[in-house]
């Protein structure tokens, strides 16, 4: 999952940046909000965190701007404000949460999990390519019967795999989604990961689900790689 943070103050985003990374998320930051409202508009985000009080445009402008774009992925708000007319200001400008600081690590981690939840669970089913089942909500993949364990990451990279089964799906599409955009260092690193999944989710199994298209990606066969 990759995530954006629009917050201002520099060391609340450098920590909630390195924890969420360590919990295996991809994680961009943005310090005001003009710029995050041209990243949440370039790039494919499965939640956004936003701050309320920013520079150049506020988390209300940004939320409603986003919303009114047609743009429904989870926006988690966060302010110095506790009023329950500043809450109800940000739930109605079209934020899913709210957290009021200064909030517990933990808490924010299981309301960004919550929201990621519940958004899977309503517009990503479990999905079924053969005799693999891959699970968003849940996180998890089985093989038949079998459950398969896999990082976090290496379950974000079968995910964009699972989700256009049957399609190529090229190097660079796996990077923007699954890794952040400060991230400059080998491309190769996506095979890598394939090469991972495949020694734990085809050879076990004798099958080969994860095919490579030569200059163009991989592709995720629809049958599952079943014989």
């Known amino acids: 999952m990759r995530l954006l943070i629009v917050e201002d103050e520099r060391r609340l985003a450098a920590a909630l940046r390195r924890g969420l990374a360590a919990e295996g ?10 710029e995050g409202l041209h990243l949440a508009q370039e790039h494919p985000y499965d939640l956004i965190v936003l701050d309320i009080m920013l520079p150049g445009m506020n988390g ?6 986003l919303r009114a774009s047609g743009d429904e992925r989870p926006i988690l708000m966060l302010t110095a ?24 690590y933990v808490v924010l981690l299981a309301r960004i999990r919550a929201l990621l939840r519940r958004r899977t669970r309503g517009g990503v089913p479990v999905l079924r390519i053969g005799d693999l089942e891959v699970d968003p909500g849940a996180q998890r993949v089985r093989r038949g019967e079998q459950e398969i364990a896999l990082t976090a990451r290496e379950f974000a990279v079968l995910e964009q795999l699972a989700l256009r089964a049957g399609e190529v799906v090229s190097k660079s599409e796996i990077l923007e989604h699954v890794w952040d ?4 260092g080998d491309p190769n690193i996506v095979e890598v990961y394939v090469s991972t999944l495949r020694r734990k989710i085809d050879a076990p199994f004798g099958v080969r689900s994860i095919i490579t298209v030569r200059g163009a990606g991989y592709r995720l066969e629809r049958d599952g790689g079943t014989p």
């Open 25 to 34: 998320f991809a994680v961009d930051v943005a310090h005001d909000g003009v």
């Open 60 to 65: 209300y402008r940004v939320c409603s701007a």
């Open 181 to 184: 955009f400060a991230y400059d």
């Open 81 to 104: 404000k506790d009023g329950e007319y500043d809450e109800a200001e940000g739930l109605d400008t079209g934020a899913d949460d709210y957290l009021t600081k200064p909030f517990s």
